[in-house]
């Protein structure tokens, strides 16, 4: 079996989990593709289960528009060669407070840590880039200021596979991190370290 046959054999059984009570459906995923570049969200929205896809509308447009600033190209061809994955697949509810979309709990984000954990078995990428504050406690185990890590590199082991992280502040409508200092030199500063990593330019090569 190819690893994009496993791989979509793993994307059957995803969209099959009913695993939190709480979470909305259907199960979003990206498209299977066999990547060395994986890319880690918080969760879909309300309109990413209607369109089928992640980052498929305005928190989209601002992510792509960073990557074409970073490597010159658009969403089409970040969406064929970057695996696109998430903290949890589901849409979690409004928030309660108001402000944009309900976090997933703890629960939820360990009942679908698996899910994660085979995707990243199977493609043992080279460059993770966690998208936003839950993502990048995923993957670094950071919980301070996005201050303290947009615009830096680091090397670890996620998963049992060595990778390195470029974090990335969440594109979402809902937050003004990066549109205003120190978030904006921050992100330039992101969007310079993606443009130079040769995983990331080989990829969309
Ligand atoms: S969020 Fe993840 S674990 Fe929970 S129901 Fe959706 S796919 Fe399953």
């Known amino acids: 079996m190819t690893t994009l046959s496993k791989l979509r054999a793993l994307h059957a059984r995803l969209e099959a989990c009913r695993r939190c009570p709480k979470m909305i459906r259907p199960v979003v ?46 969403e089409a061809v970040i969406r064929e060669r970057v695996y696109f994955a998430a903290v949890a697949r589901c849409f979690p509810g409004k928030a309660k407070t108001g402000g944009g979309d309900r976090k997933p709990d703890e629960g939820e984000v360990l009942a679908c840590r698996p899910w994660l954990e085979a995707e990243v078995q199977l493609l043992k990428p080279k460059l993770v880039l966690p998208v936003g504050a839950l993502a990048i406690t995923q993957v670094l185990g950071h919980t301070g200021p996005l201050a303290e890590v947009i615009g830096t590199a680091h090397e670890t082991t996620w998963h049992g596979v060595k990778v390195d992280v470029i974090p990335l502040p969440h594109p979402s409508g809902a937050s003004t991190w990066h549109r205003v200092q120190p978030g904006k030199a921050l992100l330039a500063k992101a969007l310079q370290l993606l443009s130079r990593h040769e995983v990331l330019r080989a990829a969309v090569r």
């Not at 509308?57 to 010159?72: D, I, N, P, S, Y």
Request: charged share 15%.
């Open 29 to 74: 995923h990206g498209a299977a593709v066999d990547s060395k570049v994986f890319l880690l969200g918080q969760a879909p929205g309300i309109r990413e289960g209607p369109a089928g896809k992640p980052f498929a509308w305005t928190a989209g447009k601002t992510l792509f528009g960073w990557f074409h600033e970073a490597v010159g190209v658009d």
